[in-house]
């Protein structure tokens, strides 16, 4: 970040995963994902590819460039629960793994209790994140749910898929986003 002076914005998700390299235009820079502006993540590809990598890679950015004032996570990890490295950080509320069934089920209610309160507080200040935080004078974390592995999860406990579609579909505009990973395309529902 310091070789190309990342600016980092209070309250804006964008975090480094890495570096590009455009040879045709002689040009390098910084490789981030936008979350704030763009939204949710959905990360592809097969055992071994580097998923729970970019994973890490993503959550040690966001962790590094924002405060527990401006940014909460919870990890689910259905994978190699490598993610556990991030449970001590005062950011992440749990690591959770895919046997805990009774902490997920407590995960997706308080997102959607989460999501109902800020319909409310957001409704006086245009409705969304952005202009809550720039017009109200108050401040409220981001939230970033990472679901590493979600088919594995949906195989598990099915009944969550659609509570799932539902919270990443309104929690957007609210400031809550997942980011998850799949080993392919046909793994995931095309609604979702």
Request: charged share 25%; hydrophobic share 35%.
């Amino acid at each position: 970040e310091e070789k190309y002076s990342a600016l980092v914005e209070k309250f804006v998700l964008n975090p480094v995963i890495g570096e590009y390299d455009d040879p045709y235009n002689q040009k390098k820079g910084l490789l981030t994902i936008p979350l704030s502006k763009d939204g949710n993540c959905i990360v592809y590809g097969a055992t071994g590819n580097g998923k729970t990598t970019f994973l890490t890679t993503m959550c040690y950015g966001l962790l590094k460039n924002h405060t527990v004032e401006e940014l909460n996570m919870y990890i689910v990890d259905c994978g190699s629960e490598t993610l556990r490295m991030f449970d001590k950080a005062p950011h992440v509320g749990g690591v959770i793994t895919s046997v805990e069934e009774e902490r997920i089920t407590n995960l997706l209610k308080m997102i959607r209790k989460e999501i109902e309160q800020r319909r409310v507080m957001f409704s006086e200040y245009g409705g969304d994140y952005e202009s809550y935080i720039r017009h109200s004078g108050n401040e409220i974390p981001n939230i970033v749910i990472m679901i590493n592995d979600l088919p594995r999860m949906i195989e598990q406990y099915e009944w969550m898929q659609d509570e799932i579609f539902l919270l990443t579909r309104e929690g957007i505009k609210y400031g809550v986003y997942f980011v998850v990973t799949a080993s392919n395309p046909t793994s995931i529902r095309y609604k979702l």
